[in-house]
């Protein structure tokens, strides 16, 4: 079995948050504004369009939960204390240099801590409503797109035109079209990449903000790793089980769950979290009047903070189904209420399909990592 060797457009992603610090500060000092997000509720095309850069600084990292937590209670999901330790401890250059933070009343805890950074960060809170299919829904969420755009030309003094924003809703359209493309090779049978090959375009990705230049890159990666598989280069095995991870989102110290899955005899297929197939699955209409089309679109994201939860029912329904998966691994971070009571539903649904499922919660530690090892190489061991 020939190795694949990494192409190197795929490295290109693996350091690219460390690599944009110097990319943003480098636009900062050339004027342009900088926008720090948390959610993928927050309509990005808005900023695009205002000729801002916008840059995801929720945090995967333990390193300033100890500072955090001289304010913020411990028994708290561990990216709301990191983002919030990041920030007072002004050690993310994201969260440092932006000129606004937009934030959304997802999770209480999230809703509550954006409070305390409105303190010494310029923070807007969209609110979000909590259903995706009621009018009055609809209508709020519709409104809190329109005051976003008003409070982002008013912070950065510009007008954003219909030209600017179309333009934004086709650019960002054509970065989901190439991420949907890129993880839909792991529906092949060997996938062609791994699970931690496939997590670092897409992590990665998100640090790239020449919008230009990130979807000729990610057109690269797509070719190479098309070709290798066409030559016959396999770097996964026949054997290996195909996993769908889902839950909260996964990136930094939690790609230890990953790690854990990838040494046990599997191989993650599918990342149905945020910064995997949630983000990326769905297109803004671009038939449709701009703003309307993005709040729509941005409203339908499955996410537990929403109640009933249909839309991630139905897309973890459909992506097992195409990825073939033989097991469903959900991680959940520690005191996430919403993900962590959703578990009951999602491993009713994978019953329901005869679906293998475990549920794993975890936090922004080292201290378990033999423990998930462990239980997911157990896992995987009865996965037939
Ligand atoms: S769309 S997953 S990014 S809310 S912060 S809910 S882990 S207790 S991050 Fe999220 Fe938007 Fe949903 Fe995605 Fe739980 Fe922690 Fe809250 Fe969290």
């Given at each position: 079995?020939?190795?694949?060797?990494?192409?190197?457009?795929f490295?290109?992603?693996?350091?690219?948050?460390?690599?944009?610090?110097?990319?943003v500060k480098?636009?900062?000092?050339?004027g342009?504004?900088?926008?720090g997000?948390?959610?993928?509720?927050?309509?990005?095309e808005i900023?695009l369009a205002?000729?801002?850069?916008?840059v995801?600084i929720?945090s995967?990292s333990?390193?300033?939960i100890?500072?955090?937590?001289k304010?913020?209670?411990?028994n708290l999901?561990?990216?709301i204390?990191s983002?919030?330790g990041?920030?007072?401890?002004?050690?993310?250059?994201?969260?440092?240099?932006?000129?606004?933070?937009?934030?959304?009343?997802?999770?209480?805890?999230?809703?509550?801590?954006?409070?305390?950074?409105?303190?010494?960060?310029?923070?807007?809170?969209?609110q979000?409503p909590?259903t995706?299919?009621?009018?009055?829904?609809?209508e709020?969420?519709?409104?809190?797109v329109?005051a976003?755009?008003?409070?982002?030309e008013?912070?950065?003094?510009?007008?954003?035109?219909e030209?600017?924003?179309?333009a934004?809703?086709?650019?960002?359209?054509?970065?989901?079209?190439?991420?949907?493309?890129?993880y839909?090779?792991s529906?092949?049978?060997?996938?062609?990449?791994t699970?931690?090959e496939?997590?670092?375009?897409?992590?990665g990705?998100q640090?790239?903000?020449d919008?230009?230049s990130k979807?000729?890159e990610?057109?690269?990666?797509i070719?190479?790793?098309?070709k290798?598989?066409?030559?016959g280069?396999?770097?996964?095995?026949?054997?290996?089980?195909r996993?769908?991870?889902?839950?909260?989102?996964?990136?930094g110290?939690t790609e230890?769950?990953?790690t854990?899955?990838?040494?046990?005899g599997g191989v993650v297929?599918?990342f149905?979290?945020?910064i995997?197939?949630?983000t990326?699955?769905?297109?803004?209409d671009?038939?449709?009047?701009p703003?309307?089309?993005?709040?729509d679109?941005?409203?339908?994201?499955g996410?537990?903070?929403?109640?009933?939860?249909?839309n991630?029912?139905?897309l973890?329904?459909?992506?097992?189904?195409e990825?073939?998966?033989?097991?469903v691994?959900?991680?959940?971070?520690?005191?996430?209420?919403?993900?962590?009571?959703?578990?009951?539903?999602?491993?009713?649904?994978m019953?329901?399909?005869d679906?293998?499922?475990?549920?794993?919660?975890?936090?922004?530690?080292?201290?378990?990592?033999?423990?998930?090892?462990?239980?997911?190489?157990a896992f995987i061991?009865?996965?037939?």
């Amino acid at each position: 079995m020939a190795k694949n060797a990494l192409p190197s457009a795929f490295e290109n992603f693996a350091d690219a948050r460390k690599e944009g610090f110097l990319t943003v500060k480098n636009l900062k000092d050339e004027g342009k504004k900088v926008v720090g997000t948390f959610c993928a509720y927050t309509p990005v095309e808005i900023f695009l369009a205002a000729g801002a850069v916008s840059v995801g600084i929720c945090s995967f990292s333990d390193e300033t939960i100890p500072e955090a937590e001289k304010v913020l209670p411990s028994n708290l999901c561990p990216l709301i204390k990191s983002s919030y330790g990041f920030a007072i401890t002004e050690k993310c250059p994201y969260m440092y240099f932006a000129d606004l933070i937009v934030g959304e009343t997802t999770c209480d805890g999230k809703k509550k801590m954006y409070e305390l950074l409105g303190d010494i960060k310029n923070v807007h809170v969209m609110q979000l409503p909590q259903t995706q299919t009621d009018e009055a829904s609809i209508e709020m969420w519709y409104k809190e797109v329109l005051a976003l755009k008003e409070k982002v030309e008013k912070e950065f003094d510009v007008t954003i035109t219909e030209d600017d924003i179309k333009a934004a809703i086709t650019i960002k359209n054509e970065e989901r079209m190439l991420l949907q493309e890129f993880y839909n090779l792991s529906k092949s049978c060997p996938p062609p990449i791994t699970g931690t090959e496939q997590l670092k375009v897409l992590y990665g990705s998100q640090f790239k903000f020449d919008y230009e230049s990130k979807n000729k890159e990610l057109r690269d990666v797509i070719d190479k790793v098309k070709k290798d598989y066409e030559d016959g280069v396999e770097n996964v095995s026949k054997s290996a089980k195909r996993i769908l991870i889902t839950g909260c989102p996964l990136a930094g110290v939690t790609e230890k769950v990953v790690t854990a899955i990838e040494d046990s005899g599997g191989v993650v297929v599918a990342f149905e979290n945020c910064i995997g197939v949630k983000t990326a699955d769905r297109l803004v209409d671009e038939n449709e009047e701009p703003y309307k089309a993005i709040a729509d679109r941005y409203l339908q994201i499955g996410c537990s903070v929403m109640t009933p939860d249909t839309n991630r029912y139905d897309l973890l329904s459909r992506l097992v189904e195409e990825f073939k998966v033989d097991g469903v691994v959900e991680m959940t971070l520690q005191a996430c209420h919403t993900y962590a009571i959703e578990t009951a539903q999602i491993r009713k649904l994978m019953q329901d399909r005869d679906v293998p499922f475990i549920s794993v919660e975890t936090d922004y530690s080292t201290a378990d990592v033999a423990q998930l090892k462990t239980r997911l190489a157990a896992f995987i061991e009865m996965l037939v």
